[in-house]
């Protein structure tokens, strides 16, 4: 059984001819919400997409879940890992409900729990809105609705709070809180340090594809 969620050790990543991330080293732990920070292009989506498999180092090694991210088989751990980008990643022509039973279907929930999990964020109102409609704080309540959906074992955001009312950011604490609650792990990526500092126990900055802890 592994004792880490995430395990980095030396992991470059270069993407065409440029080299996102060099020799970057990091570690987390069951339990442990990390809030990474940077200027804008110094690597933290990238690190975001490889810790949600999304991406494969082109050196070191890296290990989420268990699973080796220079194997095939890293797919199988992407049920257990939830991943909110800065942009929501929802179907413009489809309503808010029909992105979350789209979520919910494929991993075996019914249309009964995607309505419950739209409620759960606020928009149970907007149900019947196409995404295309929707304010950018909208959608991304949606993506959090799906994340609702399986509670995941990692939890991966990136600049959560962007967008977002009172109501919505407290919600995104509280999502981060029960992940670790339940020995899972959460990592933020964010400019907004004093917001985040106080839902994380680590920092965690990133500097020209480097990482300093």
Request: one cysteine or more; hydrophobic letters at 45%; glycine letters at 8%.
């Amino acid at each position: 059984m592994t004792t880490t969620l995430v395990e980095f050790d030396d992991v470059s990543l270069r993407l065409g001819t440029t080299q996102i991330l060099r020799n970057a080293s990091f570690t987390l732990a069951p339990g442990e919400s990390v809030a990474l920070f940077g200027p804008n292009g110094s690597g933290k989506t990238t690190l975001l997409r490889l810790i949600a498999t999304l991406l494969k180092p082109t050196g070191g090694s890296a290990q989420v879940l268990g699973a080796d991210l220079a194997q095939a088989a890293r797919i199988n751990v992407r049920s257990h890992i939830g991943y909110v980008g800065h942009e929501p990643a929802l179907y413009p022509e489809m309503t808010l409900f029909e992105n979350t039973d789209f979520a919910a279907r494929l991993s075996g929930k019914t249309s009964q729990e995607a309505m419950r999990a739209l409620a759960a964020v606020g928009l149970d109102g907007a149900a019947e809105r196409r995404a295309a409609q929707c304010s950018h704080g909208m959608r991304r309540r949606a993506e959090f609705a799906r994340v609702l959906l399986s509670p995941p074992t990692l939890l991966l955001l990136d600049e959560p709070h962007s967008a977002l009312d009172a109501d919505a950011a407290a919600l995104v604490n509280e999502m981060a809180l029960q992940v670790t609650e339940r020995a899972g792990g959460v990592v933020i990526a964010s400019h907004d340090r004093e917001r985040v500092h106080e839902m994380t126990n680590r920092t965690v900055e990133l500097s020209g594809g480097t990482l300093v802890s």
